[in-house]
């Protein structure tokens, strides 16, 4: 005696919703082999017993999934003859690089306390099996159907299931169970599944892989990585540094983990100078015109300092603008400064052979404010010969160069000699003055 049902699967809008977010995850993180539910015609799977000859052979029937839509699906429901040994089969399924194959099966069971003069042989699980081969060579009859060759992944449970009163009420308790198997290395495979005693239908069926997908992160691209063999394994990734980044420390390289996503980061890029990591560190861009970045680095680019500018985009420094400077030792995110004023009210007083010379500061520092003075003493004769400077013997007190006091004493001066003592700031220009 056979026990044929049929089906409507109703969702509420909240479990529709969590459905479709949890779907959009996967899709993320996963590629599709082989999908039943969508199908615009007959699965067309293999069946054991020959569908016809028995009544004990699985039956595509058509079906709805949650947003009722009509899907190919397969039942089988012979729980009062015992020895059940019933297979289906899926076409041949080409693994595209995958080592580690998943298994999404949809189903729902019958509980068989609830199936009146039910023997004790009816079940509530089925078995997985998978085969693996080089090509489509499968017949109706080869591989044999049992386990070795085919290979066992589990034997699977229903979680809930469901009696006649669900079933006049339409409220269907769907499973869903996800399995895994690997490493496999053929081209392809086949799947199957035995049932050997129970009231189910399998209503949907998704064999896919997990991969990580291309990113970009720590400066770097990293391209699309299948997941390893083993749900532990870790598949490392190098990465290739962004435009206009270069890598730091070391090699840099993400691992991808079994689940599809990206961990262990190592190493990392970053934008070379002149460019500056934007839209979430993954593009370098070049500084704009009036912008520069001296350094590598994630530092965004700086604006010029005043009276400075930028030839071009991408730049490194700033040049200073027409009349105006910057030493050798100032920082290129310093303004550029321009000549100081002269000295003013320069005086001084002549004893003999000694001078003091005393000045006020310029009117204008040039926007800096590490101005010295310097002092040069020439003895020049009363011919017309030229003026040489003063013997090792003059003496400078504080000192000659780097004054920042506004006075100096200069002793040990040739006696009626003419002294010429200029005095600048800042090694811009000199401001000469001439003392008696």
Known sequence: MSWRFYYIIFFSYSTTVILFVCHLFLWLSTETLMDST???????????????????????????????????????????????????????????????????????????????????????????????????????????????????????????????????????????????????????????????????????????????PRIITNGALFQETISGADSTSLVAARGVCIPNAEEVDVPIKLYCNGDGEWMVPIGRCMCKAGNEPVENGTVCRACLSGFFKPTQGDEPCMQCPINSRTTSEGAINCVCRNGYYRTDSDPLQMPCTTVPSAPQNVISSVNETSVMLE??????????????????????????????????????????????????????????????????????????FIVL
Not at 363 to 386: A, P, T, Y
Not at 394 to 405: H, K, Y
Not at 417 to 424: D, E, I, Q, S, V
Request: net charge neutral.
């Open 38 to 212: 969508t199908a615009t015609a007959e699965l067309g799977w293999t069946v054991y017993p020959v569908s016809g000859s028995s009544d004990n052979s699985w039956e595509e029937v058509s079906g709805y999934d949650e947003n009722m839509n009509t899907i190919r699906t397969y039942q089988v429901c012979n729980v009062f003859d015992t020895n059940q040994n019933n297979w289906v089969r899926t076409k041949y399924i080409r693994r595209r690089g995958a080592q580690r194959i998943h298994v999404e099966m949809k189903f729902s069971v019958r509980d068989c306390s609830s199936i009146p003069n039910v023997p004790g042989s009816c079940k509530e699980t089925f078995n997985l099996y998978y085969y693996e081969s080089d090509s489509d060579s499968a017949t109706r009859t080869s591989p044999p159907w049992m386990e070795n060759p085919w290979i066992k992944v589990d034997t699977i449970a229903a979680d809930e299931s469901f009696s006649q009163v669900d079933l006049g009420g339409r409220v269907m308790k769907i499973n869903t169970e996800v399995r895994s198997f690997g490493p496999v290395s053929r081209n392809g495979f086949y799947l199957a599944f035995q049932d050997y005693g129970g009231c189910m239908s399998l209503i949907a069926v998704r064999v896919f892989y997990r991969k990580c």
């Open 359 to 432: 000045w006020m500061p310029p009117r204008d520092s040039g926007g800096r404010e590490d101005v010295v003075f310097n002092i040069i003493c020439k003895s020049c004769g009363g011919g017309r010969g030229g003026c040489t400077r003063c013997g090792d013997n003059v003496q400078f007190l504080p000192r000659q160069l780097g004054l920042t006091e506004t006075r100096v004493y200069i002793s040990d001066l040739l006696i009626n000699a003419l002294l010429t003592a200029p005095c600048w700031c800042t090694s811009f220009l000199n401001h000469k």
